[in-house]
Protein backbone atom coordinates (compact mmCIF):
# COMPACT_ATOMS: atom_id res chain seq x y z
CA UNK A 1 0.00 0.00 0.00
CA UNK A 2 1.65 3.43 -0.84
CA UNK A 3 2.67 5.56 2.65
CA UNK A 4 1.33 8.63 1.49
CA UNK A 5 -2.10 7.60 0.49
CA UNK A 6 -2.71 5.49 3.68
CA UNK A 7 -2.19 8.89 5.35
CA UNK A 8 -4.05 11.21 3.47
CA UNK A 9 -6.94 8.79 4.29
CA UNK A 10 -6.25 7.43 7.90
CA UNK A 11 -4.20 10.44 9.24
CA UNK A 12 -5.66 12.62 11.88
CA UNK A 13 -4.53 16.52 13.19
CA UNK A 14 -5.47 17.14 16.25
CA UNK A 15 -5.56 20.09 18.64
CA UNK A 16 -7.23 19.91 21.97
CA UNK A 17 -7.08 22.71 24.72
CA UNK A 18 -6.79 19.90 27.96
CA UNK A 19 -7.91 19.90 31.37
CA UNK A 20 -4.78 17.86 33.60
CA UNK A 21 -5.69 17.35 37.13
CA UNK A 22 -2.75 16.32 39.08
CA UNK A 23 -3.97 14.10 41.71
CA UNK A 24 -0.47 13.05 43.55
CA UNK A 25 0.06 16.73 44.63
CA UNK A 26 -1.24 18.83 47.89
CA UNK A 27 -4.46 20.26 46.64
CA UNK A 28 -5.11 18.05 43.42
CA UNK A 29 -4.45 21.32 41.40
CA UNK A 30 -5.51 21.58 38.34
CA UNK A 31 -3.52 22.63 34.88
CA UNK A 32 -4.86 23.59 31.65
CA UNK A 33 -3.09 23.45 28.04
CA UNK A 34 -3.06 22.92 24.23
CA UNK A 35 -2.05 19.88 22.90
CA UNK A 36 -1.39 18.99 19.20
CA UNK A 37 -0.78 15.47 17.98
CA UNK A 38 -0.87 13.50 14.82
CA UNK A 39 -2.48 10.22 15.14
CA UNK A 40 -2.86 7.60 12.71
CA UNK A 41 -5.28 4.48 14.45
CA UNK A 42 -5.19 0.79 12.76
CA UNK A 43 -6.28 -2.87 12.91
CA UNK A 44 -3.45 -4.78 13.88
CA UNK A 45 -3.27 -6.09 10.43
CA UNK A 46 -2.23 -2.60 9.71
CA UNK A 47 1.38 -2.87 12.55
CA UNK A 48 3.78 -3.70 9.59
CA UNK A 49 2.69 -0.34 7.54
CA UNK A 50 2.42 1.44 10.77
CA UNK A 51 5.99 0.69 11.74
CA UNK A 52 6.89 1.45 8.54
CA UNK A 53 5.70 5.01 8.92
CA UNK A 54 7.37 5.40 12.07
CA UNK A 55 10.47 4.05 10.81
CA UNK A 56 9.82 6.74 7.51
CA UNK A 57 9.06 9.94 9.71
CA UNK A 58 11.73 8.59 12.67
CA UNK A 59 9.43 9.18 15.43
CA UNK A 60 6.12 8.52 17.13
CA UNK A 61 5.09 5.44 19.22
CA UNK A 62 2.60 2.90 18.72
CA UNK A 63 0.40 1.63 20.83
CA UNK A 64 -1.87 -1.10 21.31
CA UNK A 65 -5.20 0.53 22.42
CA UNK A 66 -7.52 -2.16 21.98
CA UNK A 67 -7.15 -6.10 21.46
CA UNK A 68 -7.85 -5.57 17.85
CA UNK A 69 -6.41 -1.97 17.27
CA UNK A 70 -3.31 -0.04 17.42
CA UNK A 71 -2.45 3.44 17.93
CA UNK A 72 0.64 5.42 15.94
CA UNK A 73 0.51 8.97 17.61
CA UNK A 74 3.19 11.56 17.54
CA UNK A 75 2.96 14.54 20.54
CA UNK A 76 6.35 16.13 20.67
CA UNK A 77 6.17 19.60 19.35
CA UNK A 78 9.81 20.01 17.70
CA UNK A 79 9.50 16.93 15.63
CA UNK A 80 5.23 17.76 14.62
CA UNK A 81 6.57 21.25 13.49
CA UNK A 82 10.31 19.84 11.77
CA UNK A 83 9.02 16.39 10.62
CA UNK A 84 4.94 16.07 10.20
CA UNK A 85 4.90 19.78 8.93
CA UNK A 86 7.23 19.30 6.28
CA UNK A 87 6.47 15.83 5.49
CA UNK A 88 2.81 17.05 4.45
CA UNK A 89 3.95 19.90 2.89
CA UNK A 90 5.79 17.74 0.11
CA UNK A 91 3.69 14.81 -0.16
CA UNK A 92 0.51 17.20 -0.61
CA UNK A 93 -3.08 16.18 0.55
CA UNK A 94 -6.48 16.55 -0.82
CA UNK A 95 -9.71 17.57 0.20
CA UNK A 96 -10.71 17.96 3.60
CA UNK A 97 -7.88 16.48 4.98
CA UNK A 98 -5.23 19.24 2.91
CA UNK A 99 -7.76 22.24 4.84
CA UNK A 100 -7.63 20.97 8.41
CA UNK A 101 -4.07 20.52 7.92
CA UNK A 102 -3.59 23.98 6.97
CA UNK A 103 -5.42 24.94 10.24
CA UNK A 104 -3.42 22.10 12.32
CA UNK A 105 0.19 23.41 10.95
CA UNK A 106 -0.75 27.06 11.86
CA UNK A 107 -1.80 25.74 15.24
CA UNK A 108 1.45 23.97 15.51
CA UNK A 109 3.39 27.32 14.14
CA UNK A 110 2.35 29.39 17.55
CA UNK A 111 2.35 25.84 19.41
CA UNK A 112 6.18 26.14 18.50
CA UNK A 113 6.57 29.31 18.94
CA UNK A 114 5.38 29.56 22.65
CA UNK A 115 6.76 25.99 23.85
CA UNK A 116 7.84 26.07 27.50
CA UNK A 117 6.00 29.06 28.49
CA UNK A 118 2.93 28.80 30.81
CA UNK A 119 -0.55 30.04 29.58
CA UNK A 120 -0.40 32.96 31.82
CA UNK A 121 2.95 33.93 29.51
CA UNK A 122 0.95 33.99 26.59
CA UNK A 123 0.60 37.09 24.56
CA UNK A 124 -3.74 37.35 23.86
CA UNK A 125 -3.64 37.02 19.64
CA UNK A 126 -1.82 33.74 19.31
CA UNK A 127 -3.85 31.87 22.18
CA UNK A 128 -6.87 33.45 20.79
CA UNK A 129 -5.86 32.14 17.54
CA UNK A 130 -5.63 28.56 18.76
CA UNK A 131 -9.09 28.89 20.12
CA UNK A 132 -10.08 29.99 16.47
CA UNK A 133 -8.62 27.54 14.84
CA UNK A 134 -9.94 24.81 16.86
CA UNK A 135 -13.31 25.68 16.66
CA UNK A 136 -12.32 25.97 12.57
CA UNK A 137 -10.92 22.09 12.33
CA UNK A 138 -14.17 20.87 13.39
CA UNK A 139 -15.81 21.00 10.08
CA UNK A 140 -13.13 19.19 8.30
CA UNK A 141 -13.45 16.03 11.09
CA UNK A 142 -14.83 13.12 9.65
CA UNK A 143 -16.32 12.58 13.64
CA UNK A 144 -17.89 15.71 14.74
CA UNK A 145 -17.50 16.66 18.40
CA UNK A 146 -21.22 17.78 20.20
CA UNK A 147 -19.19 20.55 22.18
CA UNK A 148 -15.16 21.42 22.07
CA UNK A 149 -14.31 20.45 25.68
CA UNK A 150 -12.60 23.05 27.94
CA UNK A 151 -12.95 25.40 25.25
CA UNK A 152 -14.86 28.35 27.23
CA UNK A 153 -12.22 27.97 29.71
CA UNK A 154 -9.74 29.23 27.08
CA UNK A 155 -12.35 31.41 26.21
CA UNK A 156 -12.23 32.85 30.01
CA UNK A 157 -8.33 32.73 29.83
CA UNK A 158 -7.87 34.69 26.71
CA UNK A 159 -9.75 37.13 28.80
CA UNK A 160 -6.79 37.45 31.11
CA UNK A 161 -4.08 37.76 28.68
CA UNK A 162 -2.23 40.73 28.21
CA UNK A 163 -1.60 42.56 24.29
CA UNK A 164 1.35 41.70 22.58
Known amino acids: MNITKFLSEA ?3 DLQFRRDVRHKRTGTPI ?40 RYSIQDINSLYNVIVPFFRKYQLSGNKKHDFELWTEAIKILFQNKGKSI ?9 RLIDIQKAMQKYKAKKLPGLKWISIAESIVATLNEA
Open 11 to 13: ACF
Open 31 to 70: YYCWKAQFVIVGSLDKEDLLRQIQNTLGCGRIHYITGTQL
Open 120 to 128: SQWSKEPFQ
